[in-house]
């Protein structure tokens, strides 16, 4: 499976955007598509996670009610649109893909281990 993430730019707080991470190759192995960022200095951090076929979805307490994050299976893609967006988000976005399935619902992925497949990352800069 291969990823490719797009979207970032630079915007100034209170904006939005929306980023796009478009799958390929064994997209059928695909269970869990998650959002992940890395600010400068800091740690990777999980953002938001998506059920590939049942849509559930699940967030970072940081994000919850200002992004949402949701897939087009017709077109292998997985959306993170990010509304009221605040100095603090600025980060490299990276998106990632899961071939385990969610036995045990999708709260668990969390965890970067839990994912197989990484993109490139693509950068978000909030000016405030």
């Known amino acids: 499976v291969q990823l490719q993430a797009s979207g970032g730019g630079l915007v100034q707080a209170g904006g939005s955007l929306r980023l796009s991470c478009a799958a390929s190759g064994r997209t059928f192995s695909i269970y869990v598509m998650g959002w992940f960022r890395q600010a400068p200095g800091k740690e990777r951090e999980f953002v938001a996670s998506i059920n590939w076929g049942g849509g559930a979805t699940y967030y970072a307490d940081s994000v919850k009610g200002r992004f949402t994050i949701s897939r087009d299976n017709a077109k292998n893609t997985v959306y993170l649109q990010m509304n009221s967006l605040k100095s603090e988000d600025t980060a490299v976005f990276y998106c990632?893909?899961?071939?385990?399935?969610?036995?045990?619902?999708?709260?668990?992925?969390?965890?970067?281990?839990?994912?197989?497949?990484w993109g490139q990352g693509t950068l978000v800069t909030v000016s405030s």
């Open positions: 990632a893909a899961a071939n385990e399935p969610p036995y045990y619902g999708i709260t668990s992925y969390y965890a970067e281990t839990k994912y197989d497949f």
